[in-house]
């Protein structure tokens, strides 16, 4: 049990564009979803803390008006990087949790901006 | 708000032989410390975890150590395989699930055949 998916795995967009990934617990309901960033060789690092039905909470240095977090329902968070720039080329992960246990991570999701 | 640090960055050992990984923390109200491995481009995978009422937990060749007065936890392989490489990370929260995870910085762990 406790298996969260991400789509796309990979994505390549053009300056500008907008990109959306989800996270999906798929057999299980996720109270909190967590987005983190995750840089070549590094640790990864929280962006933004999701909780079922309220506005997400962003770590200090996370713009939330570039990173639309969206979660609405047990089961479905999304990431979106609007107007993206190559400086947003990163892996995206996601992570999934309900009360008292563990985060479960998501595949990730790499991300390319030329 | 929390501080993990995590050491050594790399490690490399023979086949056979253990490897410990260790990481301090700052914040003394943490007391769940949860391990990941993560192999290139894959997802980390819990791999062992350990609150702070145990002091040691083990799980086959995998164990973890907890020193909440000097707060600092420890991760022990041994009998190291060649499919333990990969990139172990260490984390702190004061509680398990909706709570952050503090991440530390990551140890890139070699296993020589």
């Known amino acids: 049990g406790a298996v969260v998916s991400q789509h796309p795995s990979r994505v390549i967009c053009k300056s500008g564009t907008s990109v959306k990934i989800e996270c999906r617990s798929l057999d299980f309901q996720a109270t909190t979803m967590f987005w983190y960033r995750q840089f070549p060789k590094k640790s990864l690092m929280l962006m933004a803390t999701?909780?079922?039905?309220?506005?997400?909470?962003?770590e200090q240095g996370v713009e939330k008006d570039k990173f639309l977090i969206n979660h609405a329902s047990l089961t479905l968070s999304t990431l979106t990087v609007t107007s993206a720039h190559p400086e947003d080329s990163s892996f995206y992960i996601c992570s999934a949790t309900r009360p008292e246990e563990t985060q479960y991570f998501g595949p990730g999701t790499r991300l390319l901006v030329l | 708000g929390e501080n993990v640090e995590q050491h050594p960055s790399t490690l490399s050992v023979q086949e056979g032989d253990s490897a410990v990984i260790k990481c301090t923390y700052s914040?003394?109200?943490?007391?769940?410390f949860p391990w990941y491995k993560q192999e290139l481009g894959k997802r980390p995978q819990l791999i062992i975890d350990i609150r702070s009422n145990v002091g040691e937990k083990k799980d086959q060749r995998i164990a973890v150590t907890l020193n909440k007065t000097a707060k600092h936890f420890s991760l022990h392989i041994t009998e190291t395989q060649p499919e333990d490489s990969a990139v172990y990370f260490c984390a702190a929260s004061t509680r398990t699930g909706a709570n952050n995870l503090f991440f530390g910085t990551g140890t890139r762990l070699t296993v020589i055949p």
């Open positions: 999701s909780n079922e039905g309220s506005k997400a909470t962003y």
């Open positions: 914040d003394s109200a943490s007391n769940y």
